[in-house]
C-alpha cells in the first residue's frame, strides 16, 4: 500500500500548513519535556493489572496509584500518549462509530501530568500557549468551559486568555464539567477547551458548546484532581492537588488539517484507502461510507488489543473484542466481502502506526492469524445463526406473530454471535419487524451484569482497602513504611499499628510490621503465608496488602493472651513464613520463566505472556499463539526445560535501570508497572527478565517439570498449566500407578500400551460401521412394515415418526421404496444426536420429486431443508409436531398431483 508523504514541519506551525498526526504527536510531547515533563510510554490498553476498568479509558488509568496516594512518583511532571479504548463499561462509544466523526473505539490521547505539582494556573496556561502558539489555532474560535461552581477555574481563564471575556468562558455542571475514572477513585471538577468549526456544521439548537452537533468539538480536557470516590460513595481530599489534562489527538488532527470529520484525516484516509482497494467499492463522505468508516475505526481497536495481549472470547475484553470483529464483519458484507478480509489490513495499518507503536509491527504475523482464525469461525457462526433465523420465523408463523421478540433477538446475538442488525435486516426482507425495545433491555441487564462482575474481582481487596483507609487515614505519619526482606523465612520486626476485628465469630488481627518477610501477591505470584507471634498471641496469617508504602498482614488469630488491645501495640514479634510453601512457589515461579523462555523458542518470537499464576500447587501462564499446540510442541517444551533442569542453570539477580535492562535484553513482563529502577532475574544464558518475585538459587531445585494443560481461553490465547517439585513427583507417580492398571487389564506390558489401544478403537469402529449397516439393511427386505400407509390419488403415502433413532435407520427406511415397484412416498421425522430431523424419498413410479415439496413445506414450518428427486433431508423447529409436518405434506402433494 503506497501511503501519502508529508513534509516535515517545525514544532510551531503556521495555519497555511498541512501537519500530519505524527508531528501533532511530536509536538505535543517536546512540548511539555521542554517544560520539566517526564515522557512515560503508554501503558497497554489492556489494563491486566487494574480489575475496575475493562480498558485503559484515559492517560490517567497508569497513574491511579500515584493520584490516590498509594505509590509516590518518581516525577513530579509527565507527558503521555495514552493507547485508549472506550467500547465497554462507563465510557462507551461503539454504538457512535462511524455515524459521527468524533466518535472511536480506538484513540491516542495526549496527555500532561502534575503530581501535587502545579495546579490549575499552570495547567490552563500550558494548555493556552500550546493551541493558540505551537499549533497556531486562532484565539477567536475557542472556548472554556469550567465547573458551575469552580470559581478559580473561572477565574485564570479570565486572566490567561483576556480573549475570551466576550462570553466566550461558560459554566456547565457535574454530568459535562466533572470528571471521574469510574464508580471509585480519584475525581475533581474539569475544564474544557472547544473550538467551534463554523456555521458549516451547524445542526439546530443542538449546535452549542457541549452540545451533541459537529460544531463546536472538544478538544482538550483538564481535570483538576482534587478527590478521591470510595466504594461507599463518599469523597476524600487526596493528599496533593494534582492535574491529569487528555487531549484527542485525532481530534485535534481534524481541526488542522481543516478535514469534515476525524475519518477524513490523513491516518483515517489512507486506511479507507485500503479498504477501497480490498472490496472494490468506492468511499462516500455521507451515510453510505458508514462501513467503511466502521471497519477503519475497528481495525484499530483489534490489532492494538491483541497486540496489548488480549484475545476475543465470551468473557470481560474478549467479548467486547469479538464483538468489534463481528461488527466489523458484518459491515464487510455490506461492501460484498463474503471472505474473511478484516485480518488483511492489518499490513497498512502497521505501516502507518509500526514505527510509533512497535508492538503492532512485532506482532504483526500472529494479530493476522488471530484475526483470520475469528474471521472464519463467524462465518460458520453465520450459517448457524441463519438456521436458527429460520426456526424463529417458522414459530412465529405458527403462533402467528409479526414481531422477532426480543429474547430471540437477545439469544441469537449473545449466544450464537448473531448480529441484531443483521436479524433485523432479515425480519424486514419477511415482512416482520424485531421488538428493539425488549432487545436493548436484555442487552442493559447483560451489560450491568458485566458491571457488576467487574467490581465484584477488585471488592475483596477494595473493600479491605476501603476498610484500612478509614481506620488508618490519621494513624500512619508520612513517610511510614514497611521494608520487605528478601531471603529470609523468619525475622523479628517491632509493629507500627496493630488491630482486630471479628468475622463472624472468627477474630482476626491485622498487623503493620516495620519489616517483614512476606512478600506481597504482585506479577502473578500469589503472597506468603504463615504466622505472626508473640508470647501473647499467634496469628496464622493468609492476607497479605500493599497499602500506601506499608504491607498489611491479615490473619486468624490462633492464641490469644491478652484482654485489650493496647496491651499489644508495641511489641517486638517475630514473622514466620511457611518456608515449604514458599519453596513450591519459588520453583514454580522460575519455572514459569522457563517455561517463556522454551515457549519462544518452540513455538516463535510472537509468544507473550498474557497473564499468569504462580502458586504453591501449580504454575499457570497464559500467553499470545493463535493455534492450538500440537503433542510434539508440548513434549519439545517439556524436554527442553527439564534438560535445562539437569544442566544446573544458576539463577542470578540483580538491579539495573529499566532502560539498560532492556537494552541487554530483559524481558518485560506484559501489563507490569516498571520503576526507573527494576530487579533482573537471568537462568544463566536461557531466560533474562524484568521481576520482583521471588526464585530459587539454581534450577536444580525445581526438580521434575510436567505440564497438565494446553486450553485456549480466547481466540489468540491459549492457557498452559504445569507442576513442579513435589506436585510433579505425585503426578508422575498417580500416572505411574495409571498405566500399571491399564496394563494389567488389557493384559499388555506398558509399552505396548499405545498400540493395543490404537487396535482396540480400529475394532471398535469396524463394529460400529456393521452395526450401521445391519440398522440402514433392517427394512430393504420388506419384511419389517412400520409406518402408516396412506392411499392417495396416484400413489401411496407413508408418514412415521421414529422418535429418538439413528439416521442410518431412518435413512434405511426411506430408500426402501427403490425396492418397491408400486408408486409410494415416504417422510420420516426423527431425533437425531438431539436435532429434529427430517428425511423424505420417492421412487419414480410416484412421479413426484420430493426435495422440491420437502423444501417448501420445511420452509414454511419455520425449518430448513430440501433435495433431489428421489431422497430429501432436513431439520425442523424441536418444538413442531411431526403431525403438522405430515399434514402439511400431504396436502401439498394432493395439490401438486391433482
Given at each position: 500500500m503506497r501511503l501519502k508523504k508529508y513534509a516535515k514541519k517545525k514544532n510551531c506551525i503556521t495555519r497555511s500548513q498541512t501537519i500530519n498526526i505524527s508531528e501533532i504527536r511530536k509536538a505535543f510531547v517536546e512540548y511539555f519535556k521542554d517544560r520539566d515533563h517526564k515522557q512515560i510510554v503508554s501503558s497497554p490498553v489492556i489494563p491486566f493489572d487494574d480489575p475496575t476498568i475493562m480498558f485503559a479509558n484515559a492517560g490517567m488509568n497508569q497513574f491511579k496509584d500515584i493520584f490516590t496516594g498509594q505509590k509516590k512518583a518518581e516525577h513530579p511532571r509527565a507527558v503521555s500518549v495514552q493507547k485508549c479504548m472506550r467500547a465497554g463499561g462507563k465510557h462507551n462509544d461503539l454504538e457512535n462509530v462511524g455515524r459521527t466523526g468524533r466518535h472511536h473505539t480506538f484513540f491516542e490521547m495526549l496527555g500532561n501530568f502534575s503530581f501535587g505539582d502545579y495546579f490549575k494556573e499552570e495547567a490552563i496556561s500550558y494548555a493556552w500557549e500550546f493551541i493558540t502558539k505551537n499549533l497556531a489555532l486562532p484565539a477567536d474560535k475557542l472556548y472554556a468551559t469550567v465547573y458551575t461552581d469552580d470559581n478559580e477555574a473561572y477565574a485564570l481563564w479570565e486572566k490567561i486568555a483576556p480573549e475570551l471575556k466576550n462570553g466566550r468562558i461558560l459554566r456547565f455542571g457535574k454530568e459535562d464539567n466533572y470528571w471521574s475514572m469510574g464508580n471509585v477513585g480519584p475525581c475533581g471538577p474539569c475544564s474544557e477547551i472547544h473550538f467551534d468549526r463554523g456555521e458549516k456544521f451547524e445542526t439546530g439548537q443542538d449546535a452549542v458548546v457541549n452540545g451533541e452537533a459537529d460544531r463546536y468539538v472538544e478538544i482538550w480536557n483538564l481535570v483538576f484532581m482534587q478527590f478521591n470516590k470510595k466504594p461507599d460513595g463518599t469523597i476524600d481530599p487526596l493528599p496533593k492537588p494534582s492535574v491529569d489534562t487528555g487531549a484527542g489527538l485525532e481530534r485535534i488532527a481534524c481541526i488542522l488539517q481543516n478535514a469534515e470529520s476525524n475519518y477524513e484525516i490523513e491516518l483515517f484516509q489512507n486506511l479507507i484507502g485500503a479498504i477501497c482497494d480490498i472490496t472494490g467499492v468506492k468511499y462516500s463522505h455521507e451515510a453510505a461510507g458508514l462501513s467503511h468508516r466502521v471497519i477503519a475505526d475497528h481495525i484499530r481497536a483489534l490489532t492494538f488489543c491483541i497486540a496489548d495481549g488480549g484475545g476475543l472470547s465470551n468473557e470481560k475484553q474478549g467479548y467486547v473484542l469479538r464483538r468489534i470483529l463481528r461488527r466489523a464483519a458484518r459491515h464487510g458484507r455490506k461492501l460484498n466481502m463474503q471472505e474473511p478480509?478484516?485480518?488483511?489490513?492489518?499490513?497498512?495499518?502497521?505501516?502507518?502506526?509500526?514505527?510509533?507503536?512497535?508492538?503492532?509491527?512485532?506482532?504483526?504475523?500472529?494479530?493476522?492469524?488471530?484475526?483470520?482464525?475469528?474471521?472464519?469461525?463467524?462465518?460458520?457462526?453465520?450459517?448457524?445463526g441463519l438456521e436458527l433465523f429460520e426456526n424463529v420465523i417458522g414459530t412465529m408463523k405458527k403462533n402467528k406473530t409479526d414481531v422477532v421478540s426480543g429474547e430471540d433477538v437477545f439469544k441469537l446475538c449473545d449466544t450464537f454471535g448473531f448480529p441484531p442488525d443483521l436479524t433485523r435486516v432479515m425480519a424486514e426482507e419477511k415482512g416482520f419487524t424485531i421488538d428493539d425495545h425488549g432487545f436493548k433491555q436484555l442487552m442493559e441487564k447483560q451489560q450491568k451484569q458485566s458491571r457488576q462482575a467487574v467490581q465484584q474481582n477488585a471488592t475483596s481487596t477494595e473493600q479491605i482497602k476501603f476498610m484500612l483507609d478509614e481506620i488508618l487515614k490519621d494513624a500512619l505519619p508520612s513517610g511510614t513504611k514497611t521494608e520487605f526482606v528478601r531471603d529470609v523465612n523468619s525475622l523479628e520486626s517491632n509493629i507500627i499499628e496493630i488491630f482486630e476485628f471479628k468475622q463472624g465469630e472468627v477474630p482476626y488481627l491485622v498487623i503493620i510490621p516495620e519489616k517483614t518477610p512476606f512478600y506481597v501477591e504482585g506479577g502473578g505470584q500469589v503472597g506468603d503465608v504463615g504466622t505472626i507471634s508473640h508470647?501473647?498471641?499467634?496469628?496464622?496469617?493468609?492476607?497479605?496488602i500493599k497499602f500506601k508504602n506499608v504491607i498489611v498482614h491479615i490473619g486468624q488469630l490462633e492464641e490469644k493472651k491478652y484482654s485489650d488491645i493496647e496491651e499489644i501495640t508495641n511489641l517486638n514479634i517475630k514473622l514466620t513464613i511457611d518456608k515449604n510453601n514458599k519453596l513450591d512457589i519459588k520453583r514454580n515461579h522460575t519455572a514459569t520463566h522457563m517455561l517463556h523462555a522454551a515457549l519462544r523458542q518452540v513455538l516463535g518470537e510472537h509468544v507473550r505472556q498474557s497473564g499468569s499464576y504462580v502458586g504453591p500447587d501449580k504454575l499457570r501462564f497464559d500467553f499470545s499463539h493463535f493455534q492450538p499446540m500440537t503433542t510434539k510442541e508440548k513434549l519439545d517444551v517439556e524436554k527442553l526445560i527439564n534438560a535445562r533442569i539437569l544442566d544446573g542453570l544458576a539463577v542470578t539477580t540483580f538491579e539495573d535501570s529499566l532502560e539498560n535492562a532492556k537494552k541487554t535484553g530483559a524481558m518485560a513482563i506484559f501489563?507490569?508497572?516498571?520503576?526507573?529502577?527494576?530487579?533482573?532475574?537471568?537462568?544463566?544464558?536461557?531466560?533474562?527478565e524484568l521481576c520482583g518475585g521471588t526464585h530459587i538459587d539454581n534450577v536444580s531445585q525445581i526438580g521434575p517439570f510436567v505440564l497438565t494443560m494446553e486450553i485456549g481461553i480466547a481466540t489468540g490465547i491459549r492457557r498452559i498449566e504445569a507442576v513442579t517439585g513435589r506436585e510433579a513427583i505425585a503426578k508422575i507417580l498417580q500416572q505411574k500407578s495409571a498405566i500399571s492398571e491399564i496394563s494389567e487389564i488389557i493384559k499388555r506390558p506398558a509399552e505396548e500400551i499405545s498400540a493395543t489401544i490404537k487396535e482396540m478403537g480400529k475394532n471398535i469402529i469396524d463394529l460400529q460401521k456393521e452395526n450401521k449397516k445391519l440398522k440402514s439393511e433392517k427394512f430393504s427386505t420388506g419384511t419389517t412394515t412400520v409406518g402408516h400407509e396412506i392411499e392417495m390419488n396416484k400413489f401411496k403415502f407413508v408418514p412415521h415418526n421414529f422418535g429418538k433413532v439413528e439416521s442410518e435407520e431412518m435413512a434405511g427406511w426411506v430408500d426402501r421404496i427403490k425396492t418397491i415397484n408400486q408408486p409410494l412416498v415416504t417422510v420420516a421425522t426423527g431425533i437425531v444426536d438431539g436435532k429434529a430431523t427430517f428425511m423424505g424419498g420417492a421412487n419414480k413410479a410416484s412421479g413426484v420429486h420430493i426435495g422440491k415439496i420437502s423444501k417448501e413445506v420445511l420452509a414454511e414450518l419455520g425449518g430448513r431443508g430440501g433435495g433431489k428427486d428421489s431422497f430429501a433431508q432436513g431439520t425442523f423447529p424441536s418444538d413442531l409436531d411431526p403431525e403438522l409436518i405430515f399434514s402439511t405434506l400431504k396436502k401439498k402433494l394432493e395439490e401438486t398431483t391433482k
Open positions: 478480509f478484516i485480518y488483511k489490513l492489518v499490513s497498512p495499518l502497521v505501516d502507518l502506526m509500526g514505527d510509533v507503536y512497535p508492538e503492532i509491527k512485532e506482532k504483526q504475523t500472529h494479530i493476522e492469524s488471530v484475526l483470520l482464525a475469528e474471521e472464519e469461525s463467524f462465518g460458520r457462526t453465520l450459517d448457524t508470647p501473647l498471641f499467634k496469628a496464622r496469617i493468609d492476607t497479605t501489563g507490569e508497572k516498571y520503576d526507573s529502577n527494576v530487579r533482573v532475574v537471568s537462568i544463566g544464558t536461557f531466560s533474562k
